[in-house]
């Protein structure tokens, strides 16, 4: 992984559920119309309390209600991001809204498995829960070789946890690459 | 080597004799489920990745069930609906139950187990988070995504890490006001909703084999709930007569090595368990019935794959019978099926049906409904700043519609005795007394 992921924060809290990721009425728009598809993008993370949006102050959308996409690059959650059910629109909502990477101390495994095998995401886990360390706006950048995201606001890095088993089907860009480029399919 | 339960199965899908809790292995599949809101994005993967013109792996393994958002105006709900109609005429399925036929079912997670799906020792893979319920029946079963999904429709194999296992014993018989939801309550309680997080968890002891198939899909059901990735319950007589009932199909049950090896063992005493909720806005947020007593609330909701099976509503009626709820109740059957044994089955010289309806409740038709929301229109939907008290699954920020709501989970007994009262209730306080034989 030599991948350099660089933009802004956008910092929420545990146990962020996939209602909150993208709540359940919005999961009836087609994922393949490129019109209906932005509305993933423009409810992305609507669902997560106001008090809760943005930390630490709180109180600021993901993604602007009147636009399709964020201007936040990176999350950070806490433990057990991505809980709840096992909707595919939750890694892809946030692919569409423009978020290349999560960063959180734990995932829920439907989430982080949906993330890796769709290619939508790379969910990176951090030792440190950063929501302590990372404001929503920093300029954050994750090294995917060195396993290291720096807060290039603040000056400081903290180390992330290595993508372990799923390595190859992140690198591949989801299950299909994997499987045609090992001869499966 | 010994092997739990669910190593064992999932040895035998990979076509090995051994594997180890960590590994990841490749299984074939024995059942893909998918309903209206993953079907379609699970179909456009399918023909994204093996053409317009491919067939599906195994059409007698491929299960369509449409069940989220039936009875809604929403166009692009319906537009789902006729998505996957299309698909399986187009594919010629056996196994889809289309809205508005004779075959419509309603929730999948209870459908399966009444069509014969459900059957010890084997794998089944459903692109909905409950689907883990299947596991009561000894069948390693779990939720995916759509992607996934499509990988099975195209190939019948996936990938899949072996779960250690947390095993959860029930000792001695479960006291009369004390039902399966409250068990599980109790143990996400206790461990957390990333307290099973990658794991299998068991439930075991005779409080646990003494239930019915509906109390064990209850426990399973709401596995994901605690993170894990499947839940189990070794199968038996139980087990074989529900399943032989509804199949004629062939199947080899599998079960634990006494020495097989668990990540960890809790036991619990039966006779000390209280009735128990999950308050607002966790699964996890437990606390005792009594803790809570006297919460006011302002609507009671019985339904879903994890609280509206037939057996729910005998227990919710045999508490409201006689009376008239205090505030707006839904109820809300599983399926069809129960929805018509609702107006056939007797309690105390009433139907369950009319038991409900006298008492003032709403009854609805068979579909998940509001259980997690859905469309605005749908039956039940928590719209503003309502405190429910329900059956269900989840209380996460605006999983029944609203994100300024508050939900309380809870047994179908305490959710009746809260329904007549308008407050959290004890149930013991409606339950008819046992007479002792």
């Given at each position: 992984m030599s991948k350099i992921i660089k933009g802004k924060a956008f910092v929420v809290g545990n146990d962020i559920d996939t209602d909150q990721i993208i709540?359940?009425?919005?999961?009836?728009?087609?994922?393949?119309?490129p019109e209906e598809r932005r509305f993933y993008g423009r409810f992305?993370?609507?669902?997560?309390p106001e008090d809760k949006s943005?930390?630490?102050?709180?109180?600021?959308?993901?993604?602007?209600?009147?636009?399709?996409?964020?201007?936040?690059k990176i999350i950070i959650g806490g433990k057990?991001?991505?809980?709840?059910?096992?909707?595919?629109?939750a890694p892809f909502a946030l692919q569409v809204a423009g978020a290349e990477a999560v960063v959180a101390t734990g995932y829920a495994r439907i989430f982080f498995r949906n993330a890796v095998d769709g290619g939508f995401i790379i969910p990176y886990e951090s030792h440190d829960d950063l929501i302590e360390h990372i404001s929503t706006g920093d300029e954050v950048e994750i090294d995917g070789e060195l396993n290291i995201i720096k807060n290039l606001t603040t000056g400081k890095s903290y180390p992330l946890k290595k993508l372990g088993d799923v390595v190859d089907i992140v690198d591949a860009g989801g299950i299909f690459k994997y499987a045609a480029k090992h001869g499966m399919l | 080597m010994s092997m739990t339960l669910t190593e064992k199965i999932l040895a035998k899908a990979s076509g090995r004799t051994h594997v180890n809790a960590g590994e990841t292995v490749w299984v074939d599949v024995d059942v893909l489920m998918t309903h209206d809101v993953c079907g379609p994005p699970t179909i456009g993967i399918f023909k994204r990745e093996f053409g317009e013109d491919a067939r599906v792996w195994d059409k007698d393994k491929v299960v369509i069930i449409p069940d989220?958002?039936?009875?809604?105006?929403d166009k692009y709900a319906n537009r789902n609906v006729d998505i996957l109609r299309a698909f399986a005429a187009d594919q010629d399925l056996p196994h889809y139950y289309d809205?508005?036929?004779?075959?419509y079912k309603g929730v999948c997670h209870v459908a399966m187990p009444e069509e014969g799906?459900?059957?010890?020792?084997e794998v089944l893979f459903g692109t909905?988070?409950?689907?883990?319920?299947?596991?009561?029946?000894g069948q390693f079963a779990t939720g995916i995504g759509n992607t996934d999904a499509g990988f099975i429709m195209g190939t019948g194999k996936l990938w899949v890490k072996v779960p250690e296992t947390m095993k959860f014993i029930f000792e001695g018989e479960i006291p009369p006001h004390i039902m399966a939801k409250d068990l599980i309550l109790r143990i996400i309680g206790d461990?957390?909703?990333?307290?099973?997080?990658y794991r299998a968890m068991e439930f075991a002891g005779d409080g646990v084999m003494n239930m019915d198939m509906e109390g064990r899909m209850t426990l399973t059901n709401m596995v994901i709930e605690g993170g894990g990735k499947n839940g189990v319950v070794e199968p038996d007589e139980v087990t074989f007569d529900y399943v032989r009932k509804r199949t004629n199909k062939e199947f080899t049950p599998l079960y634990n090595d006494p020495d097989a090896k668990y990540h960890s063992v809790r036991t619990y005493k039966?006779?000390?368990l209280e009735p128990m909720v999950a308050k607002p806005?966790?699964?996890?947020n437990k606390a005792t019935v009594g803790e809570v007593k006297?919460?006011?609330?302002?609507r009671a909701y019985i339904g879903s794959?994890?609280?509206?099976k037939l057996s729910d509503f005998e227990a919710a009626a045999r508490v409201i019978k006689g009376h008239e709820v205090g505030v707006e109740t839904y109820v809300v059957p599983a399926t069809t099926k129960i929805r018509e044994d609702l107006k056939t089955t007797w309690y105390d010289g009433e139907t369950l049906w009319d038991i409900f309806q006298n008492a003032g409740a709403h009854m609805g038709e068979a579909s998940?409904?509001?259980?997690?929301?859905?469309?605005?229109?749908?039956?039940?939907?928590?719209?503003?700043?309502e405190v429910c008290i329900s059956t269900t699954n989840r209380n996460f920020?605006?999983?029944?519609?609203?994100?300024?709501a508050q939900v309380y989970l809870a047994s179908p007994y305490t959710v009746a005795a809260s329904a007549i009262t308008g407050n959290i209730t004890d149930p013991r306080e409606y339950l008819p007394v046992e007479e002792t034989v």
């Amino acid at each position: 992984m030599s991948k350099i992921i660089k933009g802004k924060a956008f910092v929420v809290g545990n146990d962020i559920d996939t209602d909150q990721i993208i709540p359940a009425e919005h999961l009836v728009y087609s994922l393949d119309d490129p019109e209906e598809r932005r509305f993933y993008g423009r409810f992305a993370l609507s669902g997560v309390p106001e008090d809760k949006s943005g930390l630490p102050e709180g109180g600021l959308p993901f993604t602007d209600p009147d636009k399709f996409e964020s201007d936040y690059k990176i999350i950070i959650g806490g433990k057990n991001f991505g809980c709840g059910s096992s909707r595919e629109h939750a890694p892809f909502a946030l692919q569409v809204a423009g978020a290349e990477a999560v960063v959180a101390t734990g995932y829920a495994r439907i989430f982080f498995r949906n993330a890796v095998d769709g290619g939508f995401i790379i969910p990176y886990e951090s030792h440190d829960d950063l929501i302590e360390h990372i404001s929503t706006g920093d300029e954050v950048e994750i090294d995917g070789e060195l396993n290291i995201i720096k807060n290039l606001t603040t000056g400081k890095s903290y180390p992330l946890k290595k993508l372990g088993d799923v390595v190859d089907i992140v690198d591949a860009g989801g299950i299909f690459k994997y499987a045609a480029k090992h001869g499966m399919l | 080597m010994s092997m739990t339960l669910t190593e064992k199965i999932l040895a035998k899908a990979s076509g090995r004799t051994h594997v180890n809790a960590g590994e990841t292995v490749w299984v074939d599949v024995d059942v893909l489920m998918t309903h209206d809101v993953c079907g379609p994005p699970t179909i456009g993967i399918f023909k994204r990745e093996f053409g317009e013109d491919a067939r599906v792996w195994d059409k007698d393994k491929v299960v369509i069930i449409p069940d989220h958002y039936i009875f809604t105006n929403d166009k692009y709900a319906n537009r789902n609906v006729d998505i996957l109609r299309a698909f399986a005429a187009d594919q010629d399925l056996p196994h889809y139950y289309d809205v508005g036929s004779e075959r419509y079912k309603g929730v999948c997670h209870v459908a399966m187990p009444e069509e014969g799906f459900t059957r010890p020792g084997e794998v089944l893979f459903g692109t909905d988070s409950h689907t883990c319920t299947a596991g009561a029946f000894g069948q390693f079963a779990t939720g995916i995504g759509n992607t996934d999904a499509g990988f099975i429709m195209g190939t019948g194999k996936l990938w899949v890490k072996v779960p250690e296992t947390m095993k959860f014993i029930f000792e001695g018989e479960i006291p009369p006001h004390i039902m399966a939801k409250d068990l599980i309550l109790r143990i996400i309680g206790d461990i957390g909703v990333d307290g099973g997080t990658y794991r299998a968890m068991e439930f075991a002891g005779d409080g646990v084999m003494n239930m019915d198939m509906e109390g064990r899909m209850t426990l399973t059901n709401m596995v994901i709930e605690g993170g894990g990735k499947n839940g189990v319950v070794e199968p038996d007589e139980v087990t074989f007569d529900y399943v032989r009932k509804r199949t004629n199909k062939e199947f080899t049950p599998l079960y634990n090595d006494p020495d097989a090896k668990y990540h960890s063992v809790r036991t619990y005493k039966s006779s000390e368990l209280e009735p128990m909720v999950a308050k607002p806005h966790s699964p996890d947020n437990k606390a005792t019935v009594g803790e809570v007593k006297n919460t006011p609330l302002t609507r009671a909701y019985i339904g879903s794959c994890t609280g509206g099976k037939l057996s729910d509503f005998e227990a919710a009626a045999r508490v409201i019978k006689g009376h008239e709820v205090g505030v707006e109740t839904y109820v809300v059957p599983a399926t069809t099926k129960i929805r018509e044994d609702l107006k056939t089955t007797w309690y105390d010289g009433e139907t369950l049906w009319d038991i409900f309806q006298n008492a003032g409740a709403h009854m609805g038709e068979a579909s998940c409904a509001a259980c997690l929301g859905g469309p605005s229109d749908t039956f039940g939907r928590l719209q503003g700043e309502e405190v429910c008290i329900s059956t269900t699954n989840r209380n996460f920020p605006g999983r029944m519609g609203s994100k300024k709501a508050q939900v309380y989970l809870a047994s179908p007994y305490t959710v009746a005795a809260s329904a007549i009262t308008g407050n959290i209730t004890d149930p013991r306080e409606y339950l008819p007394v046992e007479e002792t034989v």
